[in-house]
């Protein structure tokens, strides 16, 4: 029974000691703690994305800006301590050793004999300023507020730089059908210029047609060189995301573009409240809490200090009566300190607080309506991107019924090969309006996210 007793003790001192550390657990192979808790890992997960789920551990454990906000989180923490140590007295352990040799001196006829004599003393000194009026104490709790905003903070940068590194890995897997659908189309264009020269040899098709055909193909080999650039800059963009080297970017793996989905349902509307769990309309509030105790601090600055001293120790000539009970020293000593005046700086310090409330409150008024705005913004793109995507998608249908009616038609010898093609161009065309709607609508879904502090 005691050991069980002692065992949970042990945890819940390991659980104070090292709160974050304590909380983490290994799930798939990517470390599950707290600051997946904060970016709503599982919303993530709906995507069905098992590379997207890497990137985005990737980054939370390498990233080095989020490792930076870590720090600072903890930072503040110590800050806390550190405050608080001035809510306690300190102690001082000082030892001395002095040598005291008196002159020889003739006095009246009577000779005196120089001498030396050793001291000893090891004092321990308290001092303490008595925390009558809480001084000390509101100081610490605007430090915790200041610690809390810095979480806040923190937050708001992780949520911040996943959504963005998300947003990079969706465009990558655009351009990956993009190029691909690209190439088709330069394939495609391809033949056409090659069966405009045979019909302009014929006398079918004039100069201008080979030399346009010509130049609709060139178009598209620099289409997809430009689309290759594209793609090699956001592959360098999400290997510095997730810490990895940009000499393997090339090697980052994604979905294919027809395998990616979203299982979830995104709301048509949110109500207005659901701003105040955005990490810096929370961190912005955190500011104006502390921002209110600075001023009860300012105003307690008026107040007197109350000062507490006191020393005990030992004291003796001889080294081996140091300790003996009666070469023992006590000293205690309280008073008040009051300043009279201190040209103007108490004033003017409480007057700079208050100003400062002032523009923190209204820093605060302004972001709660640019985060509504943000909301609605993001659900207004939802809207209309989902309706242009389902357009999109009907006429990739209605098209590629033609091309199916044109390939039976070319089967039976009423329509040309070069007919054909130019169909077969055209469904590419769409093809590829169809995956830049498509990856827009999931780019909508992450800024909605982190519109709304990631409560998706």
Known sequence: MKKRVLAIVFIIIFYIINPSESRTVV?????????????????WKKFNDPYLNDYICKTVQNNHSLKSATLKTK????????????????????????????????????DFESTGTDAFALPLFMSYEADIFLKNHDKTKSEKKKAMAAEYEEKALYISIVSDMAATYFNIVKLDKLIDTEKKIAEARKEIFELTKERNKSGLASTYDVTDTDKQHTISMISVNDLEKQRSILLHKLAVYTGESAENAKCLRRISYDKLTYNGKIPECLSSEIVIYRPDIMKAEADLQRAKIDIRVARKDFLPTVPVIGAVGYTALELGRLFNWDSTLGLISAGFLQNI??????????????????????????????????????????????????ENKRKYKLEEKNFKLINERYKEGITSYLQMTQYRENLLSLERDKAESKIQKFVDYISLYKAVGGKL
């Open 341 to 390: 005046f201190s040209g103007g700086r108490k004033i003017a310090n409480l007057k700079i607080k208050k100003l400062q409330y002032e523009q923190l409150f209204e820093n605060y008024k302004q972001a709660d309506l640019q985060a509504i705005q943000e909301i609605n913004d993001s659900l207004c793109m939802i809207k209309f991107d989902t309706k242009k995507d389902e």
């Open 75 to 110: 930072e503040s923490s110590q800050s806390i301590k550190k405050q608080m140590a001035n809510e306690f007295p300190t102690f001082s352990l000082l030892g001395n050793y002095a040598r005291i040799k008196t002159p020889s001196a003739d006095l009246n006829g009577v």
């Open 27 to 43: 799930e798939s192979g990517c470390i599950k703690d707290r600051r997946l808790y904060a970016i709503n890992y599982d919303w």
